[in-house]
Structures are given as structure tokens and as C-alpha cells.
């Protein structure tokens, strides 16, 4: 049979019960230690270069590849995952929201993670929808919508939470979740300029990430689903991303990008046009499957790591 190329896609890499926040939904560091250890025996570990010589064509593996990539820029894929990825001597890829890095920004789906792994989801819905009534007058309710869409695109979670995701990130417009999210992440959990220096990666980090072998690239400035922006901010979001990336890193032979939410109606021929347009090598969707030569470099498909071999018995 062929070879094919599997992609992995992680965020939270921590060691969770141990953390102020241990229900978060991530993964172990002692699973993703574990999770290293049977990469390593199921497949032949990519580089993106190895991985993009594979899907062009010029370079035939004897067996499938795996490539690990991590969104967010998260501090934990500075302190933890890279250490580990050195040890073990394989190359991740690590995809930073820029206004996170740059400007001490919370994105809005990180303060929702964070609220709902410190409140009780009834409570914390609750909240939310008592706030969206208090701050902009709309209904206190969710809308109804496709439960199939729902699960497609959050098929971790529970039907409730699934829904509320939906809701939060692609129903509200950005500009009334912001504002809603906002105000209850500062009553509950830290202002926002005081927490997200301990969240994500600084500059000098990812350039330390760079030294050690990783891979760094754009994950949008302020981590929007980018098909659904008027023209004007697509081309202002990407661009202010690839910017700040190329002025704050050190040059890299390709830069890749990841599709905020990642699902196919979250990018389109746009926004791979301003991508192609501002240097970026390839792109990585979170659609579910593996890639063969041939396949488009810009819509790249991925698996969660809970799909990966994760060396338990």
C-alpha cells in the first residue's frame, strides 16, 4: 500500500492535574511522552520539509509519515513539548496567534476554556447568557442549530457543551462575544494583560523553540474563522500575522500557516490567495484524514491526538 502522510494536531500538552486549571481537555505531558515513544514505532517522524517533499512528489518513504503540529503557541509547548520533542529528536510544528504573543491578548476561545474549567458548565452557560442580556440587550437564549453541524465540528465534547461552543464562536458575532467574555474573564479569573504572559509564548521563547529545531508559523492575528471576514479584515488579519511572524523570527526555509477552527467552511480561495500572496509555503485545515502526493498544500488534513497511537496497552 502507499504511503500516506499523517498529520497530528495538539493544544493543551500539560500536566493537568497539577495546574489551576485541571479540567481543562488536554493531554497528559506523561501521555504525550508515551504517545512519542509509539509515533515513533508506527510511523517514520516528518520534518515539514520531508512532509512537503512527500505530498510534491520527490521524496517516496518506506512507510507512512507523521508529522506533529501544535496550535496556539502555547507556554507549554515551549517549557514541556519542546524538551521532549528534542529528547526524542523529532521536529514539531508550532502555529502562534500573533495578537496573543504580541500585544499580551487572551484569544476569546482561550478564556472560554479557561472559564469553563473553572466553573460549572451550567453555571458558567448561565453566566454568559445573563451577561449577553445585561451588556447588549440580545436574547438571553441560544438558537436553535443543526446538532450534526454541531458535533462535526466539536466531536470531543458533550451535546451541551458542543452546542454552547458553537454558539460562542460562530453564532455571536466577535464583536459581542469579545465583549460578553471579556467582562466575565475579568470578574473571574485575572485581567487580561496579567494572564497572558503566563498562556502563551513570548517572542524570544519562539525563537528559542526555533534553536532547538521547531518549526514556528502564523496561526492568524486574532483568531477569527477567517472565510466568514469581510474582505478588507481577511486581508489586514493575515498580513498583520505574517508580518509580526517574519519580523520577530528568524527566517525559515518555509513558513507554514493554521486555519483558525480549521474546518473547510472556516477558509477559502481568498484566503489561500493572501496566504500564497504574503510567502506562506502550506496551510493545515483540522479535516479529518491523511494526505498522499498530490494533495493540496493548503488545505493539509489532520488528526486530533486523541486518534493517535498513544502506546497504551
Known amino acids: 500500500m502507499p504511503a500516506v502522510l499523517h498529520v497530528v494536531m495538539y493544544h493543551y500538552v500539560r500536566d493537568l492535574p497539577n495546574t489551576p486549571w485541571p479540567r481543562l481537555k488536554g493531554m497528559l505531558t506523561s501521555t504525550f511522552r508515551q504517545q512519542l515513544r509509539a509515533l515513533r514505532e508506527h510511523y517514520e517522524l516528518a520534518t515539514l520539509e520531508t512532509a512537503l517533499a512527500f505530498l510534491q512528489g520527490v521524496y517516496r518513504p518506506r512507510r507512512d509519515l ?28 508550532f502555529f502562534l496567534i500573533t495578537s496573543c504573543v504580541q500585544e499580551q491578548h487572551v484569544a476569546s476561545v482561550h478564556m472560554n476554556h479557561v472559564l469553563m474549567a473553572t466553573l460549572d458548565f451550567a453555571e458558567y452557560q448561565q453566566a454568559f447568557l445573563q451577561r449577553l442580556r445585561t451588556l447588549t440587550s440580545l436574547p438571553s437564549a441560544m438558537p436553535q442549530v443543526d446538532p450534526q453541524l454541531v458535533q462535526r465540528t466539536y466531536r470531543w465534547d458533550t451535546p451541551e457543551v458542543a452546542a454552547f461552543k458553537y454558539f460562542f464562536n460562530f453564532v455571536l458575532t466577535a464583536e459581542v462575544r469579545d465583549q460578553v467574555v471579556h467582562s466575565l474573564f475579568t470578574d473571574y479569573i485575572a485581567a487580561e494583560a496579567s494572564f497572558a504572559p503566563s498562556w502563551y509564548v513570548s517572542w524570544d521563547e519562539a525563537r528559542a523553540m526555533q534553536d532547538a529545531g521547531m518549526v514556528l508559523g502564523g496561526h492568524s492575528h486574532q ?17 498583520t500575522c505574517q508580518q509580526l511572524i517574519q519580523a520577530n523570527l528568524y527566517s525559515q526555509a518555509d513558513w507554514p500557516f493554521s486555519y483558525p477552527y480549521g474546518k473547510t467552511d472556516t477558509f477559502n480561495t481568498r484566503t489561500i490567495t493572501h496566504l500564497r500572496a504574503l510567502g506562506v509555503t502550506c496551510a493545515f485545515c483540522t479535516e479529518v484524514g491523511s494526505n498522499a502526493p498530490g494533495s493540496d498544500l493548503f488545505a493539509i488534513r489532520r488528526i486530533d491526538c486523541k486518534d493517535a497511537p498513544d502506546g497504551s496497552p
Not at 80 to 91: A, D, S
Not at 223 to 228: C, G, K, N, R, S
Request: contains cysteine; negative net charge.
Open 66 to 93: 507523521c508529522l506533529l503540529t501544535f496550535d496556539d503557541g502555547l507556554k507549554e509547548h515551549y517549557t514541556e513539548v519542546t524538551p521532549l520533542l528534542v529528547e526524542h529528536g523529532i521536529q514539531g510544528v
Open 223 to 239: 483568531h477569527q474563522p477567517l472565510a466568514t471576514l469581510p474582505a478588507a479584515d481577511l486581508a489586514w488579519d493575515v498580513r
